[in-house]
């Protein structure tokens, strides 16, 4: 992987994180913190699985970027959807 593919997959991962936490209800349960952090490994992962399916990953390129979204857009629907309130905030 080179430095562009790694730093676009970076930034992948911190949008999808962002928006994850917008779009998902329940988002208030999970720190921004880790939807961001799951996110970016879920996009550096995309790139990892689009060069072993023979895809160039060093160039920004449509299939990486698809399938760097969708694993990041599971992982944060993922911790979402497992993520419980703190139990200090319940009465």
Known sequence: MSIAGLVIALLVGVAIGLLGRLVIPGRQEAPIWLT????????????????????????????????????????VALVVA??????????
């Not at 419980?84 to 009465?91: A, G, H």
């Open 36 to 75: 961001v952090s799951v996110a970016v490994v879920a996009a550096l992962a995309g790139s990892i699985v689009a060069r072993l399916a023979g895809v160039d990953t060093s160039t920004l390129n449509l299939l990486t970027l698809v399938i760097q979204v969708g694993l990041a857009g599971i992982g």
């Open 82 to 91: 497992t993520a419980r309130p703190d139990p200090s905030d319940s009465p």
